[in-house]
């Protein structure tokens, strides 16, 4: 199994639509199981192939306390929304960063799984919002785009600084891990 790489907004791929899984073969298996590893590492409930730069619809999901009930999903469609539904959201593609999201509070939508089967379910709770979260993501949307301009502009800024931060920092390890005895 490999981890792969999370992609971090303002990544252009993130806006990118998946295209449907055409054919369950062993290549899908290894992608949601390397999927499954990303997410668990990251400390994540929920990953998108998108966010991994996969332009596959696939997710991977697991709300369990133990970590040890994973859901692979191809191809998901919402069939129905109901009610609505506020909660505190946050992203693996986002670190660092929760608002409240308004949701539909039930969802009824269908997917395939490893086995070739074909699911419906009605469900609610947290697993409900996963699900609408992560087919956002495949639809290249981020739960940020549900927030106000000023909101996403503020985040823009707070990331953009951040970055900043990072590379200033870099350069001054860099620049203090050389010897200046060095010649060049």
Do not use: W
């Amino acid at each position: 199994m490999a981890i792969l790489k999370v992609l971090h907004f303002p990544d252009e791929k993130l806006r990118l639509k998946a295209a449907p899984v055409e054919k369950i073969n062993p290549e899908i298996a290894k992608i949601a199981k390397n999927m499954l590893e990303t997410m668990y590492a990251e400390g994540g409930i929920g990953l998108a192939a998108t966010q991994v730069n996969i332009q596959k619809r696939i997710i991977v999901i697991d709300i369990s306390e133990n970590k040890n009930e994973p859901l692979i999903i191809i191809n998901p469609k919402i069939l129905k929304l109901e009610g609505k539904e506020e909660s505190q959201e946050g992203c693996l593609s986002v670190p660092d960063y929760f608002d409240i999201v308004q949701r539909a509070k039930n969802i009824e939508f269908c997917y395939t799984t490893l086995k070739n089967e074909t699911i419906t379910k009605t469900i609610d709770g947290l697993l409900a919002i996963c699900i609408q979260h992560e087919i956002d993501h495949l639809n290249g949307k981020l739960f940020i785009d549900y927030l106000s301009p000023l909101k996403r502009d503020r985040l823009k800024k707070k990331i953009h600084k951040q970055k900043i931060k990072e590379r200033r920092s870099k350069n001054s390890e860099l620049h203090n891990n050389e010897s200046p005895n060095k010649i060049l």
